[in-house]
């Protein structure tokens, strides 16, 4: 995934979800990708859902973490974006 990550969020009591990896790929533009690791050397390929604007992606972030994903290992860049969204 080209772009800068802004967050990965992860639901800690059912790790074989996968986690969700959100994504700035341009002014405006956003991708959310959802991977799941299925052994230790076998990943599959994420799917991504594009967003193209600031409240929708932030409206999706919220919508997860309402059904139980958190924050994995809070970095600068999601601190920023989480202020953005005002989670």
Known sequence: MNGQ?????VDHGK???GTWKI????????????????G???QNPPSCQ?????????RFAE???FH?????GPTPESQRFLQVCAL
């Not at 990550?5 to 969020?9: A, F, I, R, Y």
């Not at 594009?50 to 932030?58: D, H, L, P």
């Open 68 to 72: 139980g994903w958190a924050i994995d």
């Open 40 to 42: 230790a050397c076998d």
């Open 63 to 65: 919508l997860l973490q």
């Open 15 to 17: 790790p074989f979800k």
């Open 5 to 9: 990550l802004l967050l990965t969020l």
């Open 50 to 58: 594009a967003f193209f604007s600031t409240r929708q992606v932030c």
């Open 23 to 38: 994504y700035k790929e341009a002014d405006n533009r956003y991708a959310a990708c959802h991977g799941r690791s299925t």
